[in-house]
């Protein structure tokens, strides 16, 4: 399926890992020239290299926190006038809620509510003016089922949802649309240090504490990095243009809920 997305030009936040690279990897494979970032140098520009050979689409790597303004402000540099913006952030560690201080709180919502949202502001009004605009905000399977421990997680999520719900609504009209991709439990280095973390707690294997998290999916496996990647670059494609304020699970079915 051709996306419609040769020549376009996106932002991808947090991506020289796990969904954000695959969401980036897609986006070039589209034809996209593709603004990608972490705060690893060397780590990103190694995997802008290799998109960049694989795709031979431009790929320009942003060495930045996308948590901070200068961050934000260097991303924006290097695509003043994105046709798409990925969202995306590292997730706050597993924590009982009692332990979750007002420090803590703060940067949680900075991190997964207040950044995305900043993004949104500099660049929708760009993509309405020029009639197109693609959002894809990564947030988590947790917006809709919440997971103990990462209480913090759920709640900025939840908030980033609504806050650009009626956001979504009010840029419809310009051919911009936001959505949402809830990603349930994916093979990437985030899940691997939590599986770790979790087995060190119980004085557990972490092989028994993987399988027991893939048995309790019903697809009975992780999700692909790649497949999360593909789902992106749908909603930013040409033909998604009247999906808008939507949230994706993508989760092996793991939540129960029919709606
Ligand atoms: N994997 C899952 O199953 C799952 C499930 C639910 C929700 N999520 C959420 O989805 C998001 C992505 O998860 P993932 O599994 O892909 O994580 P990951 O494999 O740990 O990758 C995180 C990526 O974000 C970058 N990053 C982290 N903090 C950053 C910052 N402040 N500024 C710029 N880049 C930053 C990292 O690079 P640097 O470290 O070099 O900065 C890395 O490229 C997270 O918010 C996570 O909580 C994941």
Known sequence: MDLGLRGRSAIVCASSQGLGRACAAELARAGCRV???GRDAERLARVADELAAETGVEIVPVTA???TPEGRAALLAAAPAPDILVTNNGGPPYRDF????AEALLAGIN???????????DVVDGMVVRGFGRIVNITSGSVKMPISGLDLSSGARAGL?????GVA?????????????????FDTARLRSNTEATAQRQGAD???VAEQRRDGIPARR??????FGAACAFLCSAQAGYITGQSLLIDGGAFPGIL
């Open 35 to 37: 603004v990608i970032n």
């Open 65 to 67: 926190d996308v948590g």
């Open 98 to 101: 009692r332990e979750v201080d």
């Open 111 to 121: 991190a997964n509510m207040a950044a995305p949202i900043a993004l949104v502001q």
């Open 161 to 165: 949802t609504g806050f650009l719900a």
């Open 169 to 185: 609504r009010s840029v419809a009209h310009a051919n911009v649309t936001i959505n949402f991709l809830l990603p349930g439990t």
């Open 206 to 208: 972490p092989a028994d």
């Open 222 to 227: 992780f999700g692909e990095a790649d497949e």
